[in-house]
């Protein structure tokens, strides 16, 4: 099992940036292919962004494509997500989540593939 914290959200203005970090605890973190989704007030959570447990292979939602960037690294059990030139649309809860795989390369999409999640952190952008 795999246990996840986030942190690093926060209120910044539009065209700001934020880093939003994933703790993961357990052994075999590097195992895991990880994914942010988010949910804003009134919506369902939907993917944000995906990376492999091998990190080689990623995945972005069309409307952060080119502002927002995954990455992980499996010797510190930490998954990121820098967001750049945050837009108001882009406020939502985040979580981060994991899911066991024996696939190095594969990304997973649906909120459903995902087995462990953390708890959340607010990102609010202002106008």
């Known amino acids: 099992q795999v246990q996840l914290v986030e942190s690093g959200g926060g209120l910044v203005q539009a065209g700001g940036s934020l880093r939003l970090s994933c703790a993961a605890s357990g052994r075999t973190f590097s195992t895991y292919a990880m994914g942010w989704f988010r949910q804003a007030p009134g919506k369902e959570r939907d993917i944000v962004a995906a990376i492999s447990w091998s990190g080689g292979n990623s995945y972005y939602a069309d409307s952060v494509k080119g502002r927002f960037t995954i990455s992980r690294d499996n010797a510190k059990n930490t998954v990121d997500l820098q967001m750049n030139s945050l837009k108001p649309e882009d406020t939502a809860v985040y979580y981060c989540?994991?899911?066991?795989?024996?696939?190095?390369?594969?990304?997973?999409?649906?909120?459903?593939?995902?087995?462990?999640w953390g708890q959340g952190t607010q990102v609010t952008v202002s106008s």
């Open positions: 989540a994991a899911v066991s795989t024996y696939s190095s390369g594969r990304i997973y999409y649906r909120q459903g593939d995902y087995a462990y």
